[in-house]
């Protein structure tokens, strides 16, 4: 089992360049999520999606825009990028809605400059 | 007041020792309580989790909840070097919109 897969690991990018961060999980789960974690600051919720089609805003939305057209899939994508949203990117899955036990991708290392 | 409280550390401890991390939250309507454990450049993996009140055991690891409190904790009992990582708490209050919300975790080393 993959679980959940995260691309890429690592990116640097451009002030004002765009990029879409990949997320896939083969475990058909309906519950996606992304999470971004800054040192010393936990995780905030991005957006997330509680299943194909449905996308809903989370914590820090702003910069970032999603898309759910599969079960599997949840890419995010960062269109102008600033250097706030230097950041280690996760995604993650769940079966239900309360979470017993979210899956978490390896992240995404993303570096603005 | 932010919703979930987490003392980031760092906490240092000897090998052996009693590990106990805690958060604090401010919403009554929380119902499920989990910890996640994170190892460096990796992402969180679940370590336990307690619904409601109450106490859970799983090895080295027993989880409490106090709602009238509104407190959690962990504890690792014969702490190992293994269990040098981050520990997040998170919370969730099964509400249609909802998804867990994270505590900033602590940081713990456990040195041999």
């Known amino acids: 089992n993959a679980g959940v897969t995260q691309t890429p690991k690592f990116r640097i990018l451009k002030i004002g360049q765009s990029m879409t961060l990949q997320c896939t999980q083969d475990m058909n789960h309906n519950y996606m999520y992304w999470y971004r974690q800054d040192p010393g600051m936990g995780l905030k919720l991005i957006y997330y999606s509680v299943g194909a089609g449905i996308t809903d805003k989370g914590e820090v939305p702003n910069g970032y825009n999603v898309s759910r057209s599969t079960t599997e899939d949840f890419p995010l994508r960062l269109e102008l990028a600033a250097p706030s949203q230097t950041s280690v990117y996760f995604c993650a899955s769940s079966s239900d809605r309360v979470g017993y036990g979210y899956t978490f991708g390896s992240g995404t290392r993303l570096t603005v400059v | 007041q932010k919703e979930v409280e987490q003392d980031p550390g760092p906490l240092s401890v000897p090998e052996g020792a009693i590990v106990s991390l805690n958060c604090t939250y401010s919403?009554?309507?929380?119902?499920?309580f989990m910890w996640y454990r994170q190892y460096s450049r990796k992402g969180p993996e679940l370590l336990m989790y307690?619904?409601?009140?109450g106490n859970k055991e799983d090895g080295r690891f027993t989880a409490q909840v106090d709602k009238s409190s509104k407190y959690i904790s962990l504890f690792i009992r014969d702490s190992q070097p293994s269990d040098s990582a981050t520990y997040l708490c998170a919370m969730n209050p099964n509400q249609a919109g909802t998804a867990l919300i994270f505590g900033k975790g602590t940081t713990l080393s456990v040195s041999s």
């Open positions: 307690t619904y409601s009140s």
């Open positions: 919403n009554s309507a929380f119902q499920y």
